[in-house]
Structures are given as C-alpha cells and as structure tokens.
C-alpha cells in the first residue's frame, strides 16, 4: 500500500484515532493545529499495513480505550514516539458534543493532545489483559442476569426437564439434576422413546455447562499459583473471605499495585467511595459512586459477605453497622474496610497481623483443596500450605493444626526448603 499522507519536513505530528468495529478513522494536525492528516477511514484488516507506511517515529498518537483497543495499540505502540490512550467517560468535548461524526472526534482527541489534555487510561500488559479477558469471559458464564450466561442456561435446561415430568404427574427429586444419585435416577428414567432422547440431551447439555465452568475456575485456580501472580495471591489469599476467584478478579482489575498512591485512591478506583450532593447550603453523603471496575466492586461485596461468616471480628462490625444502616450498605463498608486492608498487604507485601499462623496455614491448606495437582507444582496440600507461610514470613515452626476438632498436619519448613530452595523471604 503506497503511503497516502505526504507532510513538507518532518514537522512534529498529532495523530488521532476513532476505533469501530471494522474501521478507525485516521487524522492528524501538527502543533499549530493545522491539518496535515485530512480524516478518513480506515479498514481494519487494512489498518496495520497503513500504520506502517504513513506513521513516523515522531509522531504521537492518541485514541480512545474501547473493547478492541488493544490490538490497536500494540500495533502502533513500536512505530511512533508516543501513544496515549483517553478513558471516553471524561473526553468531554466528545461527549457533550451537540453534532457527533467520527471525523470531529479524531480532532477534538487531536486538540487534546496538542493540549496535553487527553485523561489518559492505564495500558495493562498483556498478561493483565489476559487475565481480565478469563475473569470476563467466566463473569458471563456464571451471571444468571448476562444473556447466554452458563448458569442461566443451566436453570433453563433444569426447568425444561423438570417440566417433562410435571406433564406426567412424576415427582422430581429433590437437589441438583446432575450430582450423585440424583444423576443415576435420571438416567434411569424412562418415558416414551421421543422423550428419553430429548432427556438424554438435555442432560449432556446439562454437563457440558458445568464442564464450561469447572474448566475455566481450573485455569484461574492453575494461574494463581504460576510464577506471575503467585507472589501477589498469596498476601491476597490471607484475607477473611478471599478465596482463588476473588483473588484473580481482584489481581486483574488491580494489574499493579503501585499505580494507587493510596488506599482512597484505590477504593475510587472501585467505585466504593461515597458520593456528596453539594446544593447551595445543603451537603449530604449520597451512595457509593459505582464509577470505578464493577468486577473490582463484585470481588470485594463477595468477599464482605464470606468474611462476616467466617471472620468474628469482622462479623461484630457488620451487626454493628447494620444498626445505622441497611444491610446492603453495611456490607459495601465491610467491603470498603477489605480493599483498604488489602492495599496495604499487596503495597508494603505484609502478613495480615489479624490472623494467627494457624488462622493462616488453614488459608493455605483451603488454597490447595481447590486446586489441582497441576497447579500445586510438584507440592503436597501440606507442603503447599507451608509455602505459603513462608513466603509471607510466618509460621516456621508450625506443623499441626486443630479447626473444627480435626487435626491437620502442615510439613517442616526444611521439607519444603528441600523442594524450593529458591524461595525468597518476604520484603
């Protein structure tokens, strides 16, 4: 593809970008905001070749942050001098724009960057992209409400098949249709010949959703332990009422700690910081502000509600503020309190001093129950939940605990040194 824009000099560029679905529409200015780039579109499977030809390595870029961004960015990341990625809830002049075309959105994102006005997103790496692709793509399978959802669907199929009986008057018994004997007496059912293939269906259609969402909370459970975000679960999976999905959604919305200065910056980045109405003389609190990752806020509302069963401490402060306020608000300030807590565990990488070390080990040892040997790397459940306790600096001497009445054995340190003898102390 022959170069299509051709600019006197090597004059500094603006160029903008408008992502759809099968084309972007390209434009550029220079710093007086002239044009040098006229707008146009660009077919996406022509894209690549474009951006090769026509952008210079002087050039900077920007475009706004939509579910193909990516792509995009990566591909014109390594053929200019800068490439900016705008948040579209706070472009503004795109936004609030009374005439709205593809053309004059490439040139307000231009002006801003001239301006170096652009609110520029956090570009995640590839790993965090990828993970937040699992967490999204599992989200759906198990969200009644997401059309398609795997749960919905399973619900449906359990419906139709208890419906069959109903025509014939039959009982169903009571539980889930496909675990433990429930699955033997419905396959031993038989009604007409019609009626027994359409149950024989249902019911592989049954498993496979099942088999859909096992898989997907194997992977999840396999990547907590691999050598990219073991280092972080681990001082995640301390907390009262964090388990492996909690931990991943959290892992992937968060990608990297430090980009949070502090705790408030953190909890508005979930959306659980409280709104204000300001109106003349009055001032009053409104809900939280839901602005930030909804998968961030579901993570930590789900483990406020697993941690008030679990946790006593944390179960006193539920009742306490259920006093004054409703319970689902109680339940997001319990949430609240666990982001805070979990800042400060991932950004100072410490032990969460509210446990004790047999509090801990059984974490640990509740960790490994839900993982596979695959994702145990070599490792006993015993071995695994000493690991852990290593890593994060406690329970040395620790090798049996009691919960519940029942004994539990956790190995010596020096067993697992002998199998990890690269474990690093905690910071």
């Known amino acids: 593809m ?123 790496p590839v790993d965090v992209r990828q993970l937040r692709a699992l967490i999204s793509y599992r989200w759906r399978l198990v969200t009644p409400a997401l059309a398609g959802g795997a749960r919905e669907m399973a619900t449906a199929i359990q419906n139709r098949m208890h419906s069959l009986l109903h025509r014939h008057n039959i009982p169903a018994p009571e539980g889930k249709v496909d675990t433990g004997e429930n699955r033997e007496w419905w396959e031993q059912l038989r009604l007409s010949e019609l009626e027994d293939l359409r149950l024989k269906q249902e019911i592989r259609m049954l498993r496979r959703v099942r088999e859909h969402i096992v898989e997907m909370e194997k992977e999840l459970g396999r990547l907590s332990t691999g050598a990219r975000w073991r280092d972080q679960a681990v001082y995640l999976m301390q907390i009262p009422g964090v388990g492996i999905i909690v931990t991943m959604t959290i892992l992937s919305a968060i990608g990297d700690i430090r980009r949070f200065e502090s705790p408030k910056k953190l909890v508005g980045y979930a959306g659980l910081g409280a709104g204000v109405h300001d109106s003349g003389q009055k001032h009053s609190d409104k809900g939280i502000t839901k602005s930030g990752r909804k998968e961030l806020r579901w993570a930590l509302v789900e483990a406020a509600w697993q941690a008030i069963r679990a946790n006593a401490r944390l179960r006193a402060q539920y009742d306490e503020l259920c006093k004054r306020k409703l319970p689902n608000q109680a339940i997001v300030a319990i949430a609240r309190k666990l982001l805070v807590t979990l800042w400060y565990l991932l950004s100072k990488q410490e032990s969460y001093d509210r446990s004790s070390d047999e509090d801990l080990a059984y974490k640990m040892l509740t960790w490994a129950w839900h993982i596979d040997q695959t994702a145990l790397n070599g490792l006993t459940n015993q071995q695994f939940a000493k690991y852990g306790l290593l890593q994060l600096g406690r329970g040395e001497q620790l090798t049996r605990i009691v919960k519940g009445g029942v004994p539990r054995r956790i190995a010596p340190k020096e067993e697992v040194l002998a199998l990890k003898p690269d474990l690093r102390p905690p910071h």
């Open 2 to 124: 022959k170069a299509e824009y051709k600019t006197s000099g090597q004059e500094k560029r603006y160029i903008g970008l408008d992502v759809h679905k099968h084309y972007i529409t390209v434009g550029g200015m220079n710093a007086k905001q002239e044009i040098v780039l006229k707008p146009r579109d660009v077919a996406m499977d022509r894209f690549k070749t474009w951006a090769e030809q026509n952008l210079r390595a002087s050039d900077e870029v920007v475009l706004e942050a939509t579910t193909n961004t990516w792509d995009v960015y990566d591909t014109v990341a390594s053929l200019v001098k800068r490439i900016v990625v705008a948040h579209p809830a706070e472009v503004k002049q795109i936004a609030n724009a009374r005439v709205k075309t593809d053309k004059q959105d490439v040139n307000r994102l231009i002006r801003l960057l001239i301006a170096d006005l652009v609110p520029e997103v956090w570009v995640p």
